[in-house]
């Protein structure tokens, strides 16, 4: 019987959480940098969800701990805490002592723990005294060093080469076809997530075969071709119980199908070769607590309102699968359901590439999102995250959000999208992180009609309109972002737009670095604004806003430029090295000019008009 490696990563949920998923790039890159040295593939999938698949689920997760031929645990002080990860730790001694090894344990120190540094406190616990007398990888100072840095490669590839000098040795016989991919525990015993319920999560993925061993699931395999069990994957599921796989050979399958157990669906082919195509109807409607479904290709062929994938309930996993939609969505998420889409190829739907609506969740990492008639990704009163994905040649938006809708992007590339690369408004409210926004045909993110959210430490660049854009209402607060190189302002803020943008890097815009006007009132602080094409900032037409503490240098014409009713508070600003004055007000423009450094800048220091000189407020400036 042909036998299979697998590796098992086992970490405490909430420090991965605490981490903004780091631990979660961990993983893929060990994953990656294993096949690089393998030449092959060896990916760790990562769960952070519970399973509750009934008990042939449970049996299947206590066989596969067994089945492990690593452990990869990540070593922080709650590690220590946790039950279920002091167990698995307790089962690879027992699996080691049995084999005759003593390399299928390999830790990652990645906090500094009391009860490892302490011998005292080592002596008296069995799994610390253990760990500390292995070889592990030090993580404890690499945590804080971005993933592009040598240091963090090196380390990674030396873990990397440690498995596969293992792998040279294990006493089992591989096959590339077998090959087990064991996903990500992550113990939790108490925590506070959406569903209330506590989590605690391992799970075993398989690649499609046609053997079974004894600790394989009941598997039913359709072929279109009469030479499985089924032709049709529907009567597969009319005879499939929960905890059954489905292996769907290569062939077109014209049926809608309905999933309302826990089962898995893989299609045993190479991609593209699986296809379940139906008109008329969802083409899968999944209404179960729990399942899976892998590399299928699935096209809703029009007639009606119809999504590729309908997901109104619990969780689905969808992974690496290709869908388009000749009606509604490809995908559909709503009514609480909280699946899991990763890897999947999202294109050419009629309306948006997913949408996420009425309350849904879900966690969308590492798909490929592109050339959808409205957007990307919607969301609308709800709460997903985004990872990872790269999202583009939509129509409209790259991802929009509104009707009080939060949610978390964090690391995906969104570019070359008909309207704005982000879209808030409504009350909607997410968090962006370390996204690259580039390259829209309008603004890169626009806010408007009350709309909110949260920019951190993103690049935003090369979109034809502003890099960020606010009005009616918009509000929300940027930090840390570099908006550069747009083909107009850097921040364009107007029609009673506010906004709070701090700590940014905005240069190298074709107009403006910021733009104000028609009664638009942001506040900037701390902010570098230079190299414009025109002035640094310019508030016009009735524009306002609070402008503090800010370097604004190397400007095309002048640092701040005032007019036609402008009337902005500039204070203790450094204003410098500008093409024209630091200061340049006129034409009905007023304002306080307080407190601020105004040096070296090539037409002096101040230039007010004569007509403006009693609306402006000049005092403690530095020339």
Same mark, same amino acid.
Not at 326 to 347: E, F, K, M
Not at 458 to 487: C, H, M, W
């Given at each position: 019987?042909?036998?299979?490696?697998?590796?098992?990563?086992?970490?405490?949920?909430?420090?991965?959480?605490?981490?903004?998923?780091?631990?979660?790039?961990?993983?893929?890159?060990?994953?990656?940098?294993?096949?690089?040295?393998?030449?092959?593939?060896?990916?760790?999938?990562?769960?952070?969800?519970?399973?509750?698949?009934?008990?042939?689920?449970?049996?299947?997760?206590?066989?596969?701990?067994?089945? !492990?031929?690593?452990?990869?645990?990540?070593?922080?002080?709650?590690?220590?805490?946790?039950?279920?990860?002091?167990?698995?730790?307790?089962?690879?001694?027992?699996?080691?002592?049995?084999?005759?090894?003593?390399?299928?344990?390999?830790?990652?120190?990645?906090?500094?723990?009391?009860?490892?540094?302490?011998?005292?406190?080592?002596? !008296?616990?069995? /799994?610390?005294?253990?760990?500390?007398?292995?070889?592990?990888?030090?993580?404890?100072?690499?945590?804080?060093?971005?993933?592009?840095?040598?240091?963090?490669?090196?380390?990674?590839?030396?873990?990397?080469?440690?498995?596969?000098?293992?792998? =040279?040795?294990?006493?089992?016989?591989?096959?590339?076809?077998?090959?087990?991919?064991?996903?990500?525990?992550?113990?939790?015993?108490?925590?506070?997530?959406?569903?209330?319920?506590?989590?605690?999560?391992?799970?075993?993925?398989?690649?499609?075969?046609?053997?079974?061993?004894?600790?394989? +699931?009941?598997?039913?395999?359709?072929?279109?071709?009469?030479?499985?069990?089924?032709?049709?994957?529907?009567?597969?599921?009319?005879?499939?119980?929960?905890?059954?796989?489905?292996?769907?050979?290569?062939?077109?399958?014209?049926?809608?199908?309905?999933?309302?157990?826990?089962?898995?669906?893989?299609?045993?082919?190479? +991609?593209?070769?699986?296809?379940?195509?139906?008109?008329?109807?969802?083409?899968?409607?999944?209404?179960?607590?729990?399942?899976?479904?892998?590399?299928? !290709?699935?096209?809703?062929?029009?007639?009606?309102?119809?999504?590729?994938?309908?997901?109104?309930?619990?969780?689905?996993?969808?992974?690496?699968?290709?869908?388009?939609?000749?009606?509604?969505?490809?995908?559909?998420?709503?009514?609480?359901?909280?699946?899991?889409?990763?890897?999947?190829?999202?294109?050419?739907?009629?309306?948006?590439?997913?949408?996420?609506?009425?309350?849904?969740?879900?966690?969308?990492?590492?798909?490929?999102?592109?050339?959808?008639?409205?957007?990307?990704?919607? /969301?609308?009163?709800?709460? +997903?995250?985004?990872?990872?994905?790269?999202?583009?040649?939509?129509?409209?938006?790259?991802?929009?959000?509104?009707?009080?809708?939060?949610?978390?992007?964090?690391?995906?590339?969104?570019?070359?999208?008909?309207?704005?690369?982000?879209?808030?408004?409504?009350?909607?409210?997410?968090?962006?992180?370390?996204?690259?926004?580039?390259?829209?045909?309008?603004?890169?993110?626009?806010?408007?009609?009350?709309?909110?959210?949260?920019?951190?430490?993103?690049?935003?660049?090369?979109?034809?309109?502003?890099?960020?854009?606010?009005?009616?209402?918009?509000?929300?607060?940027?930090?840390?972002?570099?908006?550069?190189?747009?083909?107009?302002?850097?921040?364009?803020?107007?029609?009673?737009?506010?906004?709070?943008? =701090?700590?940014?890097?905005?240069?190298?815009?074709?107009?403006?670095?910021?733009?104000?006007?028609?009664?638009?009132?942001?506040?900037?602080?701390?902010?570098?604004?230079?190299?414009?094409?025109?002035?640094?900032?310019?508030?016009?037409?009735?524009?306002?806003?609070?402008?503090?503490?800010?370097?604004?240098?190397?400007?095309?014409?002048?640092?701040?430029?005032?007019?036609?009713?402008?009337?902005?508070?500039?204070?203790?600003?450094?204003?410098?090295?500008?093409?024209?004055?630091?200061?340049?007000?006129?034409?009905?423009?007023?304002?306080?000019?307080?407190?601020?450094?105004?040096?070296?800048? =090539?037409?002096?220091?101040?230039?007010?008009?004569?007509?403006?000189?009693?609306?402006?407020?000049?005092?403690?400036?530095?020339?």
């Amino acid at each position: 019987m042909v036998q299979t490696f697998a590796g098992f990563m086992s970490y405490v949920r909430l420090d991965d959480q605490h981490e903004n998923g780091r631990l979660s790039e961990l993983c893929a890159r060990l994953s990656g940098e294993v096949r690089m040295q393998l030449g092959e593939k060896f990916p760790i999938f990562q769960d952070r969800n519970d399973i509750s698949w009934g008990q042939q689920w449970k049996e299947r997760i206590e066989d596969a701990l067994d089945a !492990t031929t690593f452990l990869i645990p990540i070593i922080t002080p709650a590690f220590f805490k946790s039950t279920a990860c002091r167990a698995e730790v307790e089962r690879f001694f027992e699996r080691e002592e049995h084999l005759g090894r003593a390399d299928l344990i390999l830790p990652i120190y990645y906090v500094s723990c009391p009860i490892l540094n302490n011998e005292g406190s080592r002596e !008296t616990d069995a /799994i610390a005294r253990a760990i500390s007398a292995r070889q592990y990888a030090d993580w404890r100072e690499l945590r804080f060093e971005p993933f592009t840095s040598p240091s963090v490669g090196k380390t990674v590839a030396t873990l990397a080469g440690q498995i596969v000098r293992a792998l =040279e040795h294990a006493p089992v016989e591989r096959s590339h076809a077998d090959q087990v991919v064991l996903r990500a525990s992550a113990d939790e015993q108490q925590t506070g997530d959406e569903t209330g319920r506590n989590r605690a999560s391992v799970s075993i993925e398989e690649a499609p075969r046609s053997g079974a061993s004894k600790k394989d +699931p009941p598997t039913l395999v359709v072929d279109a071709l009469h030479r499985g069990d089924h032709s049709s994957l529907a009567g597969a599921l009319a005879a499939a119980e929960s905890g059954y796989r489905i292996l769907v050979r290569p062939g077109l399958y014209r049926e809608a199908v309905i999933i309302d157990k826990a089962v898995e669906i893989i299609g045993d082919g190479e +991609p593209g070769e699986v296809v379940i195509e139906a008109v008329g109807a969802h083409v899968i409607k999944f209404q179960a607590n729990m399942g899976r479904a892998v590399n299928l !290709t699935i096209r809703q062929a029009g007639e009606g309102k119809w999504f590729g994938v309908d997901i109104g309930q619990g969780r689905l996993d969808l992974d690496d699968c290709d869908i388009t939609s000749a009606s509604l969505s490809g995908v559909g998420i709503h009514n609480g359901a909280d699946p899991r889409l990763r890897r999947n190829r999202i294109h050419d739907c009629r309306q948006n590439g997913i949408l996420i609506y009425e309350g849904g969740f879900g966690a969308l990492e590492d798909n490929e999102i592109f050339n959808n008639q409205l957007s990307g990704v919607e /969301i609308k009163a709800s709460n +997903p995250t985004l990872r990872r994905n790269r999202i583009y040649g939509s129509r409209q938006n790259g991802v929009f959000t509104h009707e009080g809708a939060v949610g978390i992007l964090e690391d995906n590339e969104i570019f070359a999208n008909g309207l704005a690369g982000v879209s808030i408004k409504s009350g909607g409210n997410p968090t962006l992180r370390r996204n690259r926004i580039h390259d829209g045909k309008q603004a890169g993110v626009y806010v408007y009609a009350n709309g909110l959210g949260m920019l951190e430490d993103n690049d935003i660049f090369s979109n034809a309109f502003a890099g960020v854009e606010i009005k009616s209402g918009g509000n929300p607060t940027l930090r840390q972002n570099r908006i550069y190189e747009g083909q107009q302002s850097g921040a364009y803020v107007h029609t009673d737009g506010l906004g709070t943008l =701090e700590d940014n890097e905005i240069a190298n815009n074709r107009s403006n670095g910021v733009r104000v006007k028609s009664g638009g009132n942001p506040t900037l602080r701390r902010n570098r604004i230079s190299r414009s094409e025109r002035s640094g900032m310019y508030i016009y037409d009735n524009g306002r806003g609070l402008f503090e503490k800010n370097e604004i240098f190397e400007n095309a014409r002048a640092g701040v430029e005032v007019t036609s009713g402008g009337n902005p508070t500039v204070r203790r600003n450094v204003i410098a090295n500008n093409m024209y004055e630091a200061v340049w007000i006129y034409n009905d423009g007023r304002g306080q000019i307080t407190d601020n450094d105004l040096r070296s800048n =090539e037409r002096g220091a101040l230039d007010i008009a004569e007509e403006c000189k009693a609306a402006v407020e000049i005092e403690g400036n530095q020339e």
